[in-house]
């Protein structure tokens, strides 16, 4: 991953993607900023996962998902973080969203 190209975190998120759009691994590899093979990497060691693999074996992703590789790009760049220090941040990170997820229905129920 070290010969991939620097993205842009400094910039303005000038991309904003479509209502539930889905994008094939090249065009999703350009839209975050990376190379197709580092995003291969993070499928392989569950960082993100494709929407639907159709039966040509295609790979489509969400524009979650290019926020994603942005926001673990911008990590394993500007900070450091090797592939298992992105695994442990990426699951403490959808643990604290369930959490508040909970706490805004436990909130509104009571």
Not at 50 to 55: I, L, M, V
Request: aromatic share 6%; glycine share 6%.
């Amino acid at each position: 991953m070290s010969s991939e190209p620097t993205p842009h975190t400094n910039l303005p998120d000038v991309f904003q993607g479509q209502a539930e759009s889905c994008y094939p691994l090249e065009t999703t590899a350009r839209l975050a900023g990376v190379e197709r093979r580092t995003v291969l990497i993070y499928c392989r060691h569950g960082l993100i996962r494709p929407t639907d693999t159709s039966p040509s074996e295609a790979r489509f992703f969400t524009d979650e998902t290019v926020h994603t590789i942005r926001r673990l790009e911008e990590l394993r760049e500007m900070h450091g973080i090797n592939l298992t220090g992105l695994r442990l941040i990426s699951e403490l990170q959808q643990r604290v969203e369930r959490l508040e997820s909970e706490l805004r229905f436990l909130r509104e129920a009571g």
